[in-house]
């Protein structure tokens, strides 16, 4: 993996720069779309190019219990298996299985769980992980960590440190693909002081990116944008810098203002599945029915495929008639507008005027200024 930083925010930690993996070399900032398990949901992989998707996710977690990383090894890899010609990122799954804490337990040496699915038991560690990962044949890969929930008492945020930093070091160890890049993952929930103690501890076992993990996790805004604004302008410059799970037009831009080069999530997908669209003016939740006869198209300023198309009353319809087709749409619309989004976010940054289209943006989707 190569990264270079391009251009830098005069006035702010933003900036712009290009990654280039196996697969592909892709403008950043940049937001990844999120296929839990190989599929982005409602999402052909054709469709994702159409509209300028570069990066995809997928889970650890979910493919090593279905269908098995051996199996996908088997197929030629990920990409082949979900023809998927761009880079992919696969996370470590330990965010997955610490969610599930009345079907793990924890040591030292790795993470015991029984899976979601049919309850059977199974072993992580650090070597298994990236093994599996290894199988997938990701362009990027992530260390196995430990993501304690939040509030968590200062002790408990230690231990996942430690454990964090050992599982990590033994994951530097463990082989990877020749063409796989290996990012560290700095935790240390909202405690600044540890965030930075953490992020020294990770930067020194020199990874090829540093990821902020433990965030989005329920915290208030306000406590993320302080752990950002403390941590990420000293993480180290020649690396990109990825802020996990985290895909809300706001927290993305506040996160790029801080020095973010790569995010993450569900929620642009996950809130078209429930009816809510992101439109220039702010999202809508185009399922009500005060839409019931509203023909304009979703977003009067978008050029997307949906909206060049179709009708806020047609997506309505479609949504209370239970449409597959739906899902579709909303999902296209939402994914065409954040990755839009980031184009004008990069093409602001490269022009100097990073802050004017910052205050423009909240001011037009949020009906108000930017937190300070």
């Not at 996908?72 to 979900?82: E, N, T």
């Not at 930093?165 to 160890?173: G, L, P, Q």
């Not at 009708?311 to 449409?323: G, M, N, Q, V, W």
Request: aromatic letters at 10%; glycine letters at 8%; one cysteine or more.
């Amino acid at each position: 993996m190569l990264f270079d930083v391009q251009h830098c925010c005069s006035e702010t930690e933003a900036r712009t720069g290009r990654v280039l993996s196996h697969h592909g070399a892709t403008e950043t900032p940049v937001f990844m779309p999120v296929g839990t398990n190989a599929s982005v949901k409602a999402m052909p992989p054709a469709a994702l190019g159409q509209i300028g998707a570069r990066i995809v996710l997928s889970n650890t977690y979910h493919l090593y219990l279905r269908p098995g990383d051996e199996l996908i090894a088997s197929a030629g890899g990920l990409h082949r298996f979900m023809d998927w010609s761009g880079p992919i990122l696969t996370d470590s799954g330990g965010f997955q299985v610490f969610s599930l804490s009345s079907l793990r337990r924890v040591d030292d040496e790795g993470i015991t769980f029984r899976s979601h699915i049919d309850g059977s038991e199974h072993r992580f560690t650090p070597e298994r992980v990236m093994q599996i990962q290894r199988n997938l044949g990701a362009d990027f890969v992530m260390c196995l960590d430990q993501c304690p929930a939040l509030p968590a008492e200062r002790d408990e945020l230690l231990r996942a440190l430690d454990r964090t930093t050992a599982w990590a070091e033994r994951c530097r160890e463990a082989e990877i693909s020749s063409h796989q890049a290996l990012f560290g993952i700095v935790q240390g929930g909202t405690d600044v002081q540890l965030r930075l103690r953490h992020l020294k501890d990770i930067t020194s076992l020199d990874f090829s990116g540093y990821a902020l993990g433990g965030l989005s996790v329920g915290e208030p805004k306000e406590d993320m944008y302080r752990v950002l604004r403390a941590t990420v302008p000293h993480m180290p410059v020649e690396r990109p810098r990825y802020l996990m799970g985290v895909g809300s037009p706001d927290a993305i831009i506040e996160a790029v203002r801080w020095g973010i080069d790569m995010l993450d999530s569900v929620y642009p997908t996950r809130i078209a599945r429930h009816g809510t669209i992101l439109t220039a003016e702010g999202s809508i939740p185009v399922r009500n029915a005060a839409y019931a006869e509203d023909f304009r198209p979703l977003d009067e300023r978008c050029t997307c495929y949906v909206c060049r198309n179709f009708s806020r009353a047609y997506l309505r319809h479609l949504i209370k008639a239970d449409e597959l087709l739906a899902y579709y749409l909303a999902t296209y619309h939402n994914l065409h507008f954040l990755i839009e989004m980031m184009g004008e976010l990069r093409g602001a940054i490269r022009e100097g005027r990073f802050l004017s289209w910052r205050e423009q943006f909240w001011q037009r989707f949020y009906g108000c200024g930017p937190p300070e």
